[in-house]
């Protein structure tokens, strides 16, 4: 990181209300929804220089900056993106989204549906990633922003910057899918199963309508995030950190803590159960599940990018199992084979999935080049 | 978007003569772009390079020039049959493994091969080993124990082994020191510049 790359400092959220009903792939309409989300640096005179930031799982419309001065934690991508960082806010105007059945103030299943009064619970539709690609070019519109520079995204937030690319070719100039995957494989929906299957068996989560009970489904909630976490780290990594290290010393011959492992995971596990929302973490993994943008095409990947006309950087990380290079190499084929701009790096790293959020030097290099050729195509 | 391009090294603009305008080109081993960003400005070529190394994929995208980081050994799957109509692989053939499979995979996925590499045959190298040392040069820069390059190969190797495979001799060029080299290029000539095609 350049020594003089500094945060974008305090920030706030702002909202966004949509009265215009939502079509969504699964075939309910969404009537009105809000967004919630932030923004960082200027839009240019000629609007040309914004860059849309998709989330993951269990991120948010919080990348960057602190929400005070003795906030201790900053948004969640704020390594990338500051004055001076590789998405760098002197030159770009970064927009951070929630995405549509979130649990960080985009209406979401912990929202209050307006028609009843009550939480939507167990009654909120499943949301697509093209669901949410039209709702984040509705917040476009709102924004004045016609052409993203970039749309930018790390795993679930790959996938949705590759379907802008296919569903709004022109309206996309750059789009930058690190750590993800055209689709998911058999084992990762059945990670997502296991994960979903811990949440709606606890009886805590009540079918989906925990709200009304003032119940909250802890255990299966940390279930999931306990199995996600191990999936999100490699062995390497995850032996370089924790071993066997036991907390204290000796082995108790019982089933409490006692591998320094155990703790991290219990504790990680938690600390999420804490704030996010079981319906949330279902949703978000059927978001997953159901991600394929080549099955309009007959299951074809090329025939699905023809018309994308945005630059590619496409990036994976060599101890990520989660989302393998192999699942990259996939979306990199088919782009070539569509005759598409494409770069392609394969980042040497011990961080696993997580590695999208981490400083691996050729990682912070890698992006620090694009984004200047980002900047100086957009004349940003 | 075309930025201004250096002028090329020597044996790289031997290379892109060779390049017709408008063509499609793949640059096996890119480096760190040099090639391929003078081809986009000069000749509106569209263009993919292949290198192992982070670090030149990292120079390439600053170069604008599309790169995809990937090992040569393991073949060119990323690359349909027929793709393109110029392979490039310059003055790295001599240091692979897979020496016979990258020649007839860069003949899958493209029209025209063109391969360079340093002609083992080059007499300061004879005289070299007359002396009874391996061959050191500004070509072959490296020591017995630690170059890269495990399949030297002289004129005459390198045509038996495009007739093994029924492929096609287009065009050759023998250089040293930047300069053509017509008469005896085995004993004469230190680079050595090939364009194949299927027979």
């Known amino acids: 990181m350049s020594s003089n790359a500094s945060s974008v400092g305090i920030v706030s959220a702002q909202r966004a209300l949509f009265e215009t009903p939502l079509p969504l792939a699964g075939g309910t309409v969404l009537p009105s929804y809000e967004l919630v989300f932030e923004t960082y640096g200027q839009l240019n005179a000629a609007r040309s220089n914004a860059i849309l930031i998709c989330h993951a799982l269990s991120g948010h419309h919080h990348v960057a900056g602190r929400y005070s001065e003795d906030d201790k934690a900053a948004g969640w991508w704020d390594n990338m993106i500051g004055p001076g960082k590789p998405i760098d806010t002197n030159r770009f105007f970064v927009v951070g989204v929630n995405n549509l059945g979130g649990c960080h103030g985009s209406t979401g299943p912990s929202s209050i549906d307006p028609a009843s009064g009550q939480p939507w619970g167990s009654r909120f539709p499943v949301v697509t990633v093209p669901d949410w690609v039209t709702a984040q070019a509705r917040l476009a519109d709102r924004l004045g922003v016609e052409r993203w520079a970039a749309v930018i995204g790390g795993s679930l937030g790959g996938m949705q910057a590759l379907q802008w690319s296919i569903n709004y070719p022109e309206r996309v100039a750059n789009a ?29 989560f009540c079918g989906g309508d925990f709200y009304a009970q003032g119940t909250i489904p802890r255990r ?41 492992i155990e703790s991290y995971l219990r504790y990680q596990g938690d600390k999420f159960s804490d704030y996010f929302d079981a319906n949330t973490y279902l949703l978000m993994t059927k978001a997953l599940d159901y991600f394929d943008p080549a099955k309009d095409y007959g299951g074809d990947l090329v025939a699905a990018l023809q018309h994308a006309t945005a630059n590619f ?38 961080h696993g999935h997580d590695a999208f959020l981490m400083t691996d030097e050729p990682y912070i290099n890698l992006m620090r080049a694009y984004l200047q050729r980002v900047a100086v195509e957009v004349a940003a | 978007m075309s930025q201004p391009v250096s002028a090329l090294r020597p ?23 040099d090639l391929l960003a003078w081809l986009q400005a000069h000749k509106q070529v569209s263009a993919y390079g292949v290198d192992f190394d982070v670090n030149n994929v990292v120079r390439c995208v600053a170069a604008n020039v599309n790169a995809i980081q990937g090992d040569l050994e393991a073949g060119l799957a990323e ?12 003055q790295t053939i001599q240091a692979m493994h897979n020496t016979e499979q990258i020649l007839l995979e860069m003949l899958r996925v493209g029209r025209e091969a063109i391969v360079t590499f340093p002609n083992f045959g080059y007499w300061e190298n004879r005289w070299q080993i007359l002396k009874g040392r391996m061959p050191v040069s500004d070509d072959m820069p490296y020591q017995w124990y630690n170059t890269p390059n495990i399949h030297w190969c002289m004129l005459g190797d390198f045509d038996e082994l495009c007739a093994k495979n029924g492929l096609r001799v287009v065009e050759r060029v023998v250089m040293t020191g930047g300069r053509r080299v017509t008469f005896l290029p085995n004993l004469r000539g230190s680079l050595a510049f090939y364009r194949v095609t299927r027979g």
């Open chain 1, 220 to 260: 299966g909630l940390r279930l999931a995030r306990m199995l996600g976490h191990i999936t999100y780290l490699s062995d390497d990594g995850m032996g370089e950190k924790f071993g066997r290290m036991l907390r204290s010393g000796e082995y108790k011959f019982g089933y409490d803590v006692e591998f320094e």
């Open chain 2, 79 to 90: 690359f349909a049959d027929q793709r393109f109509d110029h392979v490039v692989l310059s």
């Open chain 2, 11 to 33: 044996d790289l603009q031997m290379i892109a003569d060779w390049v017709s305008p408008g063509s499609r080109v793949l640059d096996l081993g890119c480096g760190e772009g």
């Open chain 1, 313 to 350: 950087l496409v990036a994976s990380f060599t101890s990520d199992w989660r989302f393998s290079p192999e699942r990259s190499r996939e979306t990199v084929k088919a782009l070539i084979a569509a005759g598409k701009r494409v770069a392609y790096a394969e980042i040497e790293s011990v």
């Open chain 1, 176 to 204: 930058l899918v690190i750590a993800s995957a055209p689709k998911l494989s058999a084992q990762n929906i059945a990670f997502n199963d296991v994960a979903r299957q811990a949440i709606i068996t606890d009886p805590d």
